[in-house]
């Protein structure tokens, strides 16, 4: 591979990795199931810790977004302070990226989420997915008497069902 052809692959796998990450954020806020199930390798392992837990394998990846919807059906994520590394081989990445993200929970209801995802990405037969995202939570942190007055999370919570 040329040195210009090194570079634009290094480039493009950066930005696909970028990309991952956003489309994680957009699947669970979407709760868009084949989004989510894209954006995995086989064999990937979902850690988030407590008080969320930790999934191994796209099924299984899948089942803990739904338990993770069925507690706060309302998510809005904003990923952040992305810095990604590519590996020497060109076909490995680690990344790191802020979290703050505000859900409704059916029980605590509007809460504060925050911290980090560390993240490795492999790029199999061509294509970019997640191998592990482990997250690091710095706070869960419930705000009484928060109400949207406009937009559209201003209807009464209605749970998803399966």
């Given at each position: ?77 904003w ?10 081989d ?10 703050d ?5 059916v ?56």
């Amino acid at each position: 591979m040329t040195d210009t052809n090194l570079r634009l692959d290094r480039l493009e796998s950066t930005l696909a990795v970028h990309r991952l990450i956003a489309e994680y954020a957009h699947a669970f806020d979407s709760q868009d199931v084949d989004l989510l199930r894209s954006i995995w390798h086989d064999g990937a392992e979902l850690r988030l810790g407590e008080p969320f837990g930790d999934f191994a394998g796209v099924d299984g990846i899948v089942e803990a977004a739904h338990l993770l919807w069925s507690q706060s059906p309302r998510m809005h994520h904003w990923m952040s302070n992305v810095v990604v590394d590519l590996g020497t081989d060109g076909d490995t990445a680690t990344a790191v990226s802020a979290l703050d993200c505000l859900v409704t929970n059916v029980e605590l209801g509007p809460t504060q989420v925050g911290g980090v995802y560390r993240d490795r990405f492999e790029r199999r037969d061509g294509r970019w997915g997640l191998t592990e995202r482990v997250f690091d939570l710095h706070y869960f942190t419930p705000i009484p008497n928060w109400t949207p007055a406009h937009g559209s999370e201003t209807a009464p919570l209605v749970v998803p069902s399966r």
